[in-house]
């Protein structure tokens, strides 16, 4: 069974500070990966997709990937409350469907 | 542009009824997918439509069947409910398949 794996939190950083959110996955041969934000009782929503190693910035979002280290991250800059969520990884596997890890809930204190 | 729809918000069960929730989508994606939710226990994949006319097992499928009523339609079946069938069911759908999903807002279903 492939897996994803993430750090149940709760993370907890004040407002402003970087919030650095991490995952591993065990599919080798994974080529597609994504983070989804899901607020307390609503949908996740996808935030950020890559696919080559390195890193991707989208605003205050930057998602890193190390295909050699099976590890992606998400660093969020200058946090603020309204990022407080739980943050899904979700990696497409070489079999072709989509795993989730189980989140990481981040707490921004203001 | 709703996105994805899912109806209903909210149903409670007796143990052995049965229900079919249902999905639809605007994007004109070809893929869609139905997960639970449980706590501790992540999104995991319940059965999913690659394309319009196919079907296959996800993760968790004993209890549920499916129908890909038409590109935009996916409705999930619960034949006989089960308490341990009580979760939040979220229904998806995307362009390509395991990219970049969209979810609808989700059904918490509740079986007594």
């Known amino acids: 069974q492939k897996e994803v794996e993430q750090n149940s939190g709760p993370l907890s950083v004040p407002e402003g500070a970087i919030a650095s959110l991490n995952c591993t996955y065990s599919?080798?041969?994974?080529?597609?990966f994504f983070w989804y934000r899901q607020y307390s009782g609503k949908s996740p929503e996808l935030i950020m997709s890559?696919?080559?190693?390195g890193d991707k910035e989208d605003g205050r979002f930057t998602a890193q990937l190390n295909k050699a280290s099976q590890y992606v991250s998400l660093l969020i800059r200058d946090s603020q409350p309204s990022d407080s969520a739980t943050y899904l990884c979700?990696?497409?596997?070489?079999?072709?469907?989509?795993?989730f890890g189980k989140g990481t809930k981040l707490s921004v204190k203001p | 542009n709703a996105g994805v729809t899912q109806t209903p918000k909210f149903q409670v069960l007796k143990t052995g009824q049965s229900m079919t929730l249902q999905c639809a989508q605007d994007?004109?994606?070809?893929?869609m997918y139905w997960y639970r939710q449980d706590p501790g226990m992540g999104l995991r994949l319940i059965y999913y439509?690659?394309?319009?006319?196919?079907?296959d097992k996800g993760e968790v499928p004993n209890g549920y069947n499916v129908s890909r009523l038409n590109k935009r339609e996916f409705s999930l079946r619960l034949e006989s409910a089960a308490p341990s069938q009580t979760s939040v069911y979220f229904c998806?759908?995307?362009?390509?398949?395991?990219?970049?999903?969209?979810f609808g807002s989700g059904t918490q279903l509740s079986v007594l």
């Open positions: 979700a990696v497409k596997s070489s079999q072709g469907n989509l795993i």
């Open positions: 599919d080798r041969g994974s080529q597609s």
């Open positions: 998806a759908s995307s362009l390509v398949r395991a990219e970049k999903l969209f």
């Open positions: 439509s690659a394309s319009e006319g196919t079907t």
């Open positions: 890559i696919y080559s190693n």
């Open positions: 994007m004109n994606h070809n893929s």
